[in-house]
């Protein structure tokens, strides 16, 4: 080996030897901006689960309160059944318009309304940019048989 080679990388080494810390430092940013993006991105990917079971829920209160005969527990039943297969525990507020489904005519139009409080989603709110007191909504519309 001659001098030169040596010395070449000894300087090689000594000059990468300073930029250890700046390397740490630079990967702990991207890090966490990565981080961020991944969690934000799983946390709004559960509100549209959320949401897309809303509307699913809805429409089966309304199938479910179109059928002569149907009162509104019919309504209430339906739908909390189609939550909990789809794991979403939390309270869920079911309106009808009108009021009594029993009472409604036949053609008349059947409004089931769904609140859906979000509270944490997956507990990720540090990430995510979903308001902790968010509350999800649909309508399903359906005429009476």
């Known amino acids: 080996m001659n001098i030169k080679t040596t010395k070449r990388r000894r300087h090689l080494f000594e000059k990468h030897l300073g930029r250890r810390g700046s390397a740490t430092l630079e990967l702990g940013i991207t890090l966490m901006v990565l981080l961020y993006i991944t969690f934000g991105s799983i946390d709004w990917g559960y509100y549209l689960y959320t949401k897309n079971q809303l509307v699913g829920a809805a429409r089966e209160g309304a199938r479910a309160g179109i059928i002569s005969g149907a009162t509104?527990?019919?309504?209430?039943?339906?739908v909390t059944n189609v939550l909990n297969l789809a794991g979403l525990?939390?309270?869920c507020t079911v309106t009808t318009s009108p009021a009594s489904i029993s009472a409604a005519t036949s053609g008349t139009a059947i409004s089931?309304?769904?609140?859906?409080?979000?509270?944490?989603?997956?507990?990720?709110?540090?990430?995510s940019r979903i308001p902790v007191n968010k509350t999800v909504s649909t309508v399903a519309v359906m005429r009476k048989e």
Do not use: C, E, H
């Not at 509104?72 to 339906?78: E, G, H, M, R």
């Not at 089931?112 to 990430?127: R, V």
């Open 112 to 127: 089931i309304t769904l609140n859906y409080n979000w509270g944490n989603g997956l507990g990720l709110s540090f990430f």
């Open 72 to 78: 509104n527990t019919d309504v209430s039943t339906a």
């Open 89 to 91: 525990k939390n309270t």
